[in-house]
């Protein structure tokens, strides 16, 4: 005897598995069950990877370790639109110097570089040129570059006068040593200020300065550093060329003063080393190290003289 179908629970009969209904996600066509179609992810992904490679991209057009070769030094040298192509074939010539590769085609382009509009790109000017005391050119160069407005171009042409046995720059070497102080252009009241112990690059805003709807300044700089001092808070009100900061020179600009002094220094010159040759978390070992073998190496050189 056939064995009856057992019925559904709602009294009909059941569904085969071909009649079934598909379950419902409640998604359109193209979209995941997160709400997010297809096209949107693909526009997520892409945004996210443009947000690092655009980074990237601006980073390796910008570093000057990037090598260029001949023809692009060339060109980059005459860039003037774009100073920091002049800068960065500077530096890959200097690198071809240091390495005793040929870079002879391009000395006649460093010594017009050595008046340049642009300060940075005479500051990097004055460190390549030193890096080959035989080059046509470069002493001369150098030599007017200690008359520049740039304290800065005027150290380092001083500091690569030392490789050509020069001591004309020494005045100049002495002042990376002293600290920097910065007075206001004009008669007005502090906007806004850095504050004490803050490092800064050279060029960095250290206040900012206001004679009301007149006129503005951005106070900035003219080396890398530490602001050691604050004379005056946001808000104060400030006479034309009264001081405002005093910065501190970088760790880098002294260590290279000091070697250049324990070259060419002279007794004179140590007032302006000893303050670096004290025990402080400020100032690191080897300068204080190196301080201290500039004033031997001035002190031998003193007793030697007749």
């Known amino acids: 005897m056939d064995t009856p179908s057992r019925p ?17 996600t409640g998604a359109a066509p193209g979209q995941s069950a997160h709400g997010m179609s297809t096209r949107t992810r693909l526009l997520f992904y892409l945004a996210a990877w443009l947000i690092v490679l655009l980074p990237f991209l601006f980073w390796w057009n910008s570093w000057f370790g990037r090598r260029l070769s001949d023809q692009q030094i060339s060109e980059y040298l005459t860039d003037d639109k774009h100073p920091r192509h002049i800068q960065h074939a500077l530096v890959q010539i200097g690198e071809r110097i240091t390495r005793h590769g040929s870079a002879a085609r391009w000395y006649p382009e460093l010594v017009r570089l050595s008046t340049h509009p642009v300060e940075e790109v005479r500051n990097t000017d004055a460190w390549v040129m030193g890096q080959d005391p035989s080059g046509a050119g470069f002493h001369e160069a150098l030599l007017k570059m200690l008359q520049d407005s740039s304290p800065m171009v005027r150290g380092n042409a001083a500091l690569s006068l030392v490789r050509f046995r020069d001591p004309s720059g020494r ?15 004009f008669a007005g009241h502090i906007l806004d200020a850095d504050r004490p112990g803050t490092a800064v690059h050279q060029g960095g805003i250290i206040a900012k300065l206001s004679s009301g709807h007149e006129q503005t300044a951005d106070l900035r700089s003219p080396i890398s550093g530490r602001i050691h001092s604050l004379s005056a808070a946001a808000g104060a009100s400030i ?54 073998l500039t004033e031997q190496a001035i002190r031998s050189r003193a007793s030697a003289e007749p």
């Open 239 to 292: 006479a034309a060329g009264e001081e405002i900061a005093v910065v501190d020179p970088g760790d880098e600009q002294v260590w290279e003063a000091l070697r250049a002094l324990y070259i060419i220094g002279r007794a004179e010159d140590l007032p302006a080393i000893r303050p670096y040759q004290r025990e402080s978390r400020d100032i690191p070992d080897r300068i204080r190290e190196q301080a201290l």
């Open 171 to 185: 005045s100049q070497i002495v002042a990376l040593l002293q600290p920097v102080h910065i007075v206001a252009p």
């Open 8 to 24: 559904s629970s709602n009294g009909d009969a059941e569904a085969s598995p071909s009649e079934a209904s598909p379950p419902q």
